[in-house]
C-alpha cells in the first residue's frame, strides 16, 4: 500500500465507515454507506469539493492508527491525497500487470476530463490494497470509456473485486479534531477535508 503518491502522503486508513457524505460546494450533496456504492457526478463551476468522513473505530490500534496520521500532517495546511472510496468508475474488464488502460462503464468522463484536477487522478482499492495513478487521457467508446493511465498497473486488475474512484488532493479542514470514545477502544471521529484548487503546487496553503 502507497505511503505517498506524487511526493504527498496519501489517506489510505480504513477502518469501519460509519457512512461516507460527499458533496460540493453548492446545493448537491449525497449519502452513501461505503465501499462499491455508486457516486453521482454533477459538475457545476464550483469545482472545489467538501468530504466529510465519519469513522468508526473499532480497537486502540485504530485510534492511535488515525491519531498518528492527524499528527504526521503537521497543520491543517498540509495536502494530502484522498480516495473518495466510492465506485465512481465501474470497471467493466480486468487488465493484466503493467497494463497502460483500464475500461469503465461510460458516465461521461472523457467530458468532465477536460474540467481540470478533480477528473484526473483515480485509485483501485481492495481489501488488499490501494494504488493511486494519474489519467492521461480518456476516450467515449459508446456503452464504455477507455481511460488511458500515465503508468502501468502495479498488479493485476480483477475488476469483480475492485472499487475504482476518485482520488483527489485535498487538506483537513479543521484545526482541532475531537475523537468521541463511545465505549473502551471505541471512537468516532469526523474529518472534514476541503479539495485544494488545480493552481495548487506547494506543501502549504492559506
Known amino acids: 500500500m502507497p505511503s505517498t503518491f506524487q511526493s504527498k502522503p496519501v489517506f489510505d486508513i480504513r477502518p469501519n465507515w460509519e457512512e ?13 454507506g461505503g465501499i462499491g456504492l455508486q457516486t453521482p457526478w454533477k459538475v457545476t463551476t464550483k469545482v472545489r469539493r467538501r468530504e466529510k ?3 468508526l473505530l473499532g480497537t486502540r490500534a485504530e485510534v492511535t492508527e488515525v491519531r498518528q496520521w492527524i499528527l504526521a500532517r503537521g497543520t491543517r495546511r498540509d495536502a494530502f491525497w484522498l480516495p473518495l472510496y466510492l465506485n465512481d468508475y465501474g470497471l467493466t474488464q480486468d ?13 461521461g468522463l472523457a467530458t468532465k476530463f477536460e474540467y481540470g484536477q478533480q477528473f484526473r ?11 493511486c495513478y494519474e489519467i492521461e487521457r480518456v476516450e467515449d467508446l459508446g456503452d464504455e470509456e477507455r481511460i488511458t493511465l500515465t503508468t502501468g498497473l502495479t498488479t493485476a486488475l480483477v475488476a469483480s473485486q475492485t472499487t475504482c474512484c ?11 479534531i475531537e475523537f468521541e ?6 471512537a468516532r471521529i469526523a474529518l ?7 493552481e495548487f503546487d506547494g506543501s502549504t496553503t492559506s
Open 95 to 107: 487488465a493484466s500487470i503493467s497494463a497502460t488502460t483500464i475500461l469503465i462503464k461510460n458516465i
Open 20 to 32: 461516507i457524505n460527499n458533496g460540493q460546494l453548492d446545493d448537491n450533496s449525497f449519502d452513501a
Open 166 to 176: 476518485g482520488l483527489t488532493l485535498g487538506r483537513l479542514a479543521d484545526e482541532d
Open 181 to 186: 470514545m463511545t465505549t473502551d477502544g471505541v
Open 121 to 131: 487522478y483515480l485509485a483501485l482499492v481492495n481489501f488488499d490494497k490501494l494504488e
Open 192 to 198: 472534514n477535508v476541503v479539495e485544494l484548487p488545480s
Open 53 to 55: 468522513l465519519n469513522l
